[in-house]
């Protein structure tokens, strides 16, 4: 056993754990799986969380630090915020032309998307919104009369569940707030609570490429000292990654032992959650199993034709597995760094400016379920959504990702944006609710996956592929 890769160890965990919690849940040990087992998932979320802010905090500033040409900063800038845009309109591109062919939405009994449709007409009534998306009235159709009751007590059912009101609210004020807002909320007005673990992962990187700036500008004698006080405690955070990752098996299975015990009571319940979606489940994974397995190692091959597909995937999974289990870009992310200095070559100048930003702004696989899921929903609501609509959706998606936290199901959070922007009802995220645990983790592999293979051709376009040159 000890001499068996770390990413195998990973995946023995993985599906150990969901064994478990199968196991568990038919012979009703589901109250000691999550009480006395989980927390050990838990704990290890919170190992690779605290240590991925001061991670990233001391490798950015020795990265930037280390370039004394601030020219290259810039370069290093445009390129990657370039390549993420690309990287997501791509995914959504992708995820939108799937479900448009499969049409997951339309594969529910007729009678039952008739009462959606009225729910979602009672519902712009209600609200005083105004015309329907597709221009039809359903309600003023006097065959679907005998269906209306229903459709009136269905548009009662979304939400507690989701505390959808405090939701909504929080987007409201996102409406409220100036375009500029996001540039505003880069730049900290305490650095010291930004390091505390609030999320602002953005004002910690914009703190840190400043002060390694700084340090270049500063003479010599007096930089020295403090990048080779950076450079140690960045190999200190390095040395806890490792130390964190030997017992990352054991980590993992509980983890995934609790997500699954945590979904359901029975085996059925956990199947039964999956049939209802199971046409949406299926599309989006299509999808993110497309992006992740065609997509990306076509790109990396063309772009560096000495890497081959084992390759590809043999240096990356370790961070993968960590992703799905984790279900967090932010957790995962000093394993992504690892994985690509170590196994891909990219040097940490690349590594350590791309890959933080890329853990906050680039969400590949949640920009996709939010174009899916919205599309999804339309159908389901008997709504055909115009090319413009959805189009509408590919650019609010892409712009909701940059604002999503990478944290699991914050991309629920943006897709609420993301309804409201082609005048549909919010509340119906309550309806995939139900499966978006599991498609989370699938997605956050993307999200890695992503930012792995921007840093590498980054790193490639700069010749400093070390491994692959």
């Not at 290890?44 to 630090?65: D, E, Q, W």
């Not at 010599?220 to 955070?237: D, K, Q, R, T, W």
């Not at 498609?439 to 592929?465: F, P, Y």
Request: a neutral charge; aromatic letters at 10%; one cysteine or more.
């Amino acid at each position: 056993m000890k001499k068996l890769p770390i990413h195998i160890k990973i995946v023995m965990g993985l599906f150990l754990g969901i064994i478990w919690a199968f196991i568990s849940s038919l012979l009703g040990w589901n109250e000691f799986t999550i009480r006395w087992i989980d927390p050990f998932g838990m704990i290890f979320i919170r190992l690779l969380k605290f240590i991925a802010v001061p991670l990233v905090l001391f490798s950015i500033i020795g990265g930037v630090s280390g370039l004394r040409d601030v020219s290259k900063l810039g370069r290093l800038g445009w390129k990657t915020l370039l390549a993420y845009m690309t990287t997501t309109l791509l995914a959504v591109s992708i995820g939108l032309t799937l479900v448009n062919i499969v049409k997951p939405g339309t594969h529910i009994d007729d009678e039952q998307r008739i009462k959606n449709r009225l729910s979602y007409e009672v519902w712009l009534q209600e609200n005083d919104i105004g015309m329907t998306q597709d221009g039809l009235n359903f309600l003023s159709d006097p065959k679907y009369a005998a269906y209306l009751s229903e459709a009136q007590v269905a548009q009662q059912i979304t939400s507690p569940k989701l505390d959808l009101e405090k939701k909504m609210k929080t987007i409201a004020v996102q409406k409220e707030n100036s375009p500029l807002k996001f540039i505003v909320e880069m730049v900290p007005d305490n650095i010291f609570a930004s390091l505390s673990g609030n999320g602002l992962m953005l004002q910690v990187i914009f703190f840190a490429i400043f002060f390694g700036i700084t340090l270049v500008f500063i003479p010599e004698e007096a930089s020295v000292p403090i990048i080779n006080l950076v450079n140690g405690m960045n190999l200190i955070f390095l040395k806890m990654v490792d130390l964190v990752m030997k017992g990352a098996p054991f980590f993992v299975f509980c983890l995934l032992a609790g997500v699954v015990a945590k979904m359901a009571d029975s085996p059925q319940a956990v199947f039964d959650i999956f049939v209802g979606l199971g046409s949406y489940s299926l599309t989006l994974f299509s999808g993110l199993f497309l992006l992740t397995f065609v997509v990306y190692p076509l790109i990396v091959k063309l772009l560096v034709s000495n890497m081959s597909f084992k390759d590809f995937f043999k240096n990356i999974s370790p961070a993968q597995f960590l992703a799905f289990s984790t279900s967090s870009s932010a957790a995962t992310l000093p394993v992504t760094m690892e994985c690509v200095e170590e196994n891909v070559g990219v040097p940490k100048s690349v590594s350590s400016f791309v890959l933080p930003i890329g853990a906050t702004v680039n969400m590949d696989g949640t920009s996709m379920f939010e174009g899916v899921a919205v599309v999804f929903l339309a159908q389901l609501h008997f709504i055909d959504l115009t090319i413009a609509q959805q189009l509408t959706i590919v650019f609010t998606a892409a712009a909701a990702s940059i604002g999503s936290a990478a944290v699991p199901s914050a991309g629920l959070i943006m897709m609420i944006m993301v309804l409201q922007s082609v005048g549909l009802n919010p509340a119906w995220v309550a309806i995939i609710f139900p499966v978006d645990r599991i498609l989370d983790m699938c997605r956050t592999v993307v999200n890695v996956t992503g930012d792995m293979v921007v840093s590498t051709l980054i790193a490639k376009s700069e010749g400093e592929l070390e491994k692959y040159a």
